[in-house]
């Protein structure tokens, strides 16, 4: 169940992170899945090399003032605050989320039906810093999810943490962004170092996991048949949760959804004329998703037999970067892999435009 608790938002935000057309509408193909202007077009800067160093400074920073709050501040304060902080922003998650999910359910035809609202936050002239398309739909979806939150807010339910959680994994996934490769393999490299010591060296990661009563993971009763036999015979359920932080979850996930806009670039590049963002080639998506899934599994299988937390990019990592490498090798693309970049390549679209 957690598996597949993190495949979700790994998936669909691959996905979502994937880029629009180039193209004009009027050179589009006749991909049934050509168009995007129904889906919102969120500008974000990408991490690059230099700032993918920083990367386990800065986490270790918070983990560490993390750890402090849980020790030194009285737990009904910290939960008011976590829930102030967690009620704002997963309550955005939740409601972005609901949109794809009701979109996918009705379909792109019928979803574009319904009457839409444009919205653009623009920084200067010429340059948007986020732009949607709020469908008459978004009233309701927005309730729905402050319900959800509010819900959250009151019972503290597994469940509806999971959902707060997955949420916020779908739109860390679908806004953060690596500019190549390499800046991806510095990102693993350094967060593989940081989970061992932190997991393996002290007690903090554990501890703040543990003390803080937010949806920063997903969790699932390993008693979940008697918890459920419980719960319909009106006791209380006396779940005995095992978790995965969002960090094993969204950092694997933004390098996998790397590897899908790379599959893009490689089908944009062979068909100049193609505008689809579904029907393509993935063989480097479908690698690191696999190596994911094993990585994730023999994390939890050394859990189960040493009974001891572990720290999932210890497998994750390595996992994907060797599944990258490994299909470069097979694929005879190495150079090329090694030396993409996707901010070089938008700016030589960019360039084209302008000729």
Known sequence: ???????VPIYYGAFASLPPSPLPASAADSDADAGSDDEETLQSEALTSSEAYLFPLLGSAVLAGMYVL???????????????????VGAAAVWKSAHGVVRGILGRARWASFTAYRLVLIRRPAESVFATKLSIL????????????????????WVLSNI?????????????????????????????????????????????????DGPIKIT????????????????????????LGLGDIVIPGIF??????????????????????????????????????????????????FQAAQPAL?????????????????RGEVAQVWAWSEEEEQEEQEADKED
């Not at 849980?70 to 704002?88: E, N």
């Not at 978004?138 to 339910?157: F, M, N, Q």
């Not at 210890?314 to 490498?325: E, G, M, Q």
Request: hydrophobic content about 55%.
């Open 70 to 88: 849980v020790k030194l501040v009285d737990r009904r304060y910290l939960d008011v605050l976590l829930g102030a902080y967690f009620g704002v």
């Open 1 to 7: 169940a957690l598996m597949s608790g993190a495949l």
């Open 220 to 243: 699932f009763p390993k008693n979940f048949a008697d918890g459920l036999q419980r719960a319909l015979e009106g006791a209380e359920p006396d779940w005995k949760l095992t978790m």
């Open 256 to 305: 996998i959804a790397l590897a899908l806009r790379f599959d893009l670039a490689q089908h944009r590049a062979a068909h100049p004329t193609s505008r689809t963002r579904r029907v393509f080639r993935r063989p480097y998506f479908r690698a690191t998703l696999a190596a994911y899934i094993a990585g994730l599994a023999t994390t939890m299988g050394v859990m189960h037999v």
């Open 164 to 212: 707060l959680a997955l949420s916020l994994a779908h739109s860390g996934i679908t806004l953060m962004a690596l500019d190549s490769f390499r800046t991806g393999g510095i990102m693993l490299l350094g967060l593989f170092a940081y989970d061992i010591f932190w997991v393996f060296g002290t007690d903090v990661m554990v501890s703040v996991a543990r003390g803080l």
């Open 138 to 157: 978004s009233l309701p979806l927005g309730l729905l999810s402050g319900a959800i939150v509010l819900s959250y807010l009151y019972t503290k339910h």
């Open 314 to 330: 210890l497998y994750l990592s390595p996992a994907c970067i060797l599944a990258v490498l490994g299909t470069a090798l097979r």
